[in-house]
């Protein structure tokens, strides 16, 4: 959420088909759930930040929307389609498309809100078939 250099255009990462995306690394690992100021996240313009309820569980999905800032408008632009979130229990992951212009750019930021669950190696291993089926679209 701090970069306010280095313009990057998400729609040559992303495309029209939705991808299940994890975020890693000095960025962040989420896609932060209120306004971003403009140009941050190496957006030339509008920043993405998610509109909608968090899974709370592990292996919960939930349904939401990417609003894009620009100016003072808080959700100027809304992402076409809605996204996917789904709790992995210590991260979660967001199926994403492309934002509907260059300029536009997900934000992500470091936060500890996802559920730190007690599961068992049990409840993980049938966990991750699950997650398998909705990655293929079972």
């Known amino acids: 959420m701090n970069n306010t250099s280095s313009e990057t255009c998400d729609r040559s990462v992303f495309n029209s088909t939705p991808i299940w995306v994890r975020f890693i690394g000095e960025g962040g690992t989420q896609i932060p759930t209120s306004a971003v100021e403009p140009i941050r996240c190496g957006s030339q313009q509008s920043t993405g930040w998610y509109s909608g309820p968090m899974p709370t569980n592990p292996d ?66 049938s966990y991750i078939p699950n997650l398998f089926k909705k990655l293929i679209g079972w």
């Open 60 to 125: 919960e999905t939930t349904n939401g929307t990417v609003c894009f800032s620009w100016m003072s408008n808080a959700c100027y632009w809304r992402n076409e389609n809605d996204i996917r979130v789904t709790n992995c229990g210590s991260y979660y992951i967001y199926e994403l498309t492309a934002p509907p212009y260059c300029q536009m750019r997900y934000c992500t930021t470091h936060t500890s809100s996802v559920s730190k669950s007690t599961a068992t190696l049990t409840s993980i291993s």
